[in-house]
């Protein structure tokens, strides 16, 4: 399995670009969610999914869209990029349990 | 509202010391805990989670947690440090469905030789 993957690995926008950052599980997880981590924050939670076309807002979903049309992925979709929006980006699932799976993150620039 | 500190930004230990790592929660009804662990370019890696039971919980890698809910805390320890152990340690907190997980700010490890 490869777990959580998340592309790309890096990505630089101008101010008022948009982009869409990928996240796929092949675990089977029903649950999944995208985080932002700033420097000394911790991670927020931006949007979450329970399943296939269910999502909801998580603490920080300003600026965001997500969508879940499968189970295996679920994207990040930035609309008019902001530089209030550089940080690095995790995508996590998980199943029954607790446990949350991380992707190794999206590290994104705004200029 | 549910939240949690880690006082600690920054801690330095020598190789071989012993490690407390710090960690304040605050939640309105049994909280679930857990301890990642984050190294340089990396997603986050889980070492260990309380649910219920024994206060006590052993995690991967030699690491161990105290839950106290007297004094509302999750303190991360490991008896001796090795250099492979430096990296960014975070405490989190959320409920028996943790779809609103809270993250501490995390605390850096440095291992001095």
């Known amino acids: 399995n490869a777990g959580v993957t998340q592309t790309p690995k890096f990505r630089i926008l101008k101010i008022g670009q948009s982009m869409t950052l990928q996240c796929t599980q092949d675990?089977?997880?029903?649950?999944m969610y995208w985080y932002r981590q700033d420097p000394g924050m911790g991670l927020k939670l931006i949007y979450y999914s329970v399943g296939a076309g269910i999502t909801d807002k998580g603490e920080v979903p300003n600026g965001y869209n997500v969508s879940r049309s499968t189970t295996e992925d679920f994207p990040l979709r930035l609309e008019l990029a902001a530089p209030s929006q550089t940080s690095v980006y995790f995508c996590?699932?998980?199943?029954?349990?607790?446990?949350?799976?991380f992707g190794p993150g999206t590290r994104l620039t705004v200029l | 509202a549910q939240s949690v500190t880690q006082p600690d930004i920054h801690i330095t230990v020598s190789e071989g010391a012993s490690l407390e790592l710090r960690c304040n929660y605050s939640y309105g009804a049994t909280p679930y805990l857990f301890w990642y662990v984050q190294s340089p370019g990396q997603g986050l890696q889980l070492l260990l989670k309380?649910?219920?039971?024994?206060?006590l919980v052993q995690g991967i890698k030699g690491f161990e947690a105290e839950f106290k809910r007297s004094q509302s805390s999750f303190n991360l320890r490991k008896p001796s440090v090795h250099w492979s152990d430096a990296a960014e340690y975070f405490c989190?907190?959320?409920?028996?469905?943790?779809?609103?997980?809270?993250f501490g700010a995390g605390t850096r490890l440095t291992v001095k030789p």
């Open positions: 675990m089977n997880h029903n649950y």
């Open positions: 309380y649910f219920s039971g024994d206060t």
């Open positions: 996590a699932s998980r199943r029954d349990t607790n446990e949350q799976f």
């Open positions: 989190a907190v959320g409920g028996y469905n943790n779809n609103d997980m809270r």
